[in-house]
């Protein structure tokens, strides 16, 4: 059984920041590609940032310089450092497994607001 379980979110002023947290379980998590997603209430969900198994990231153009995406193997986790953080931001965000199959988590909510 495939487990995706998101931690981290919450509320933080703009300019501030949040680590997120996704712990995997149920799958060879090394082999996958990771990834974080976002929606709003009334958008599509849209890419935040992916690593591959191999350690290559690649970023939406709105979080460039600002999120970073790493992976831990050994603890079958991976994690979204967001710094720098805007209004915009304000999102759920999703963790993403991606191989032959694709899973999801549940979600964790990031309010940015002052």
């Known amino acids: 059984q495939v487990q995706l379980v998101e931690s981290g979110g919450g509320l933080v002023q703009p300019g501030g920041s949040l680590r997120l947290s996704c712990a995997a379980s149920g799958i060879i998590f090394r082999l996958y590609t990771m990834g974080w997603y976002r929606q709003v209430p009334g958008k599509q969900r849209e890419l935040v940032a992916t690593?591959?198994?191999?350690?290559?990231?690649n970023y939406a153009d709105s979080v460039k310089g600002r999120f970073t995406i790493s992976r831990d193997n050994a603890k079958t986790t991976v994690y979204l450092q967001m710094n720098s953080l805007k209004l915009e931001d304000t999102a759920i965000y999703y963790c993403?497994?991606?191989?032959?199959?694709?899973?999801w988590g549940q979600g964790t909510q990031v309010t940015v607001s002052s």
């Open positions: 690593i591959t198994s191999s350690g290559s990231t």
């Open positions: 993403n497994a991606r191989l032959r199959e694709t899973f």
